[in-house]
């Protein structure tokens, strides 16, 4: 089982920059895959950077915010994060790290942590 806990959100002013972190831990908290997901009051939840920790495969972001959001992890942390620069109003949402493994499979979520961006 893998407990994850977010921390690091808070208000902001349209151009800031703030910096998520999702802190991994339990019996066996080894994962393959991370996440970080958003959603904003009376929207879905939406994908917004995922990078594997298999393999040599690039993070991955939607163009709404490709160039400004960065994953990464530190291992010896068990801790991954969401560098989140040029931050707009529309990226208000509450914000989810997500880790899966792949054998056996499992897909964890953290409680998730608020982002508000004023402008």
């Known amino acids: 089982q893998v407990q994850l806990a977010e921390s690091g959100g808070g208000l902001v002013q349209a151009g800031g920059s703030l910096r998520l972190s999702c802190a991994t831990s339990?019996?066996?908290?080894?994962?393959?895959?991370m996440a970080w997901y958003r959603q904003a009051p009376g929207k879905e939840r939406e994908f917004v950077a995922g990078?594997?920790?298999?393999?040599?495969?690039?993070?991955h972001y939607p163009d709404s915010v490709k160039g400004r959001f960065t994953i990464s992890s530190d291992n010896a942390k068990n801790t991954f994060y969401l560098q989140m620069n040029d931050l707009k109003p529309e990226d208000t949402a509450v914000y989810y790290c997500n880790a899966e493994r792949y054998r056996p499979f499992g897909d964890y979520w953290g409680q998730g942590t608020q982002v508000t961006v004023s402008s």
């Open positions: 990078m594997s920790l298999s393999g040599r495969a690039n993070p």
């Open positions: 339990g019996s066996d908290s080894r994962i393959d895959a």
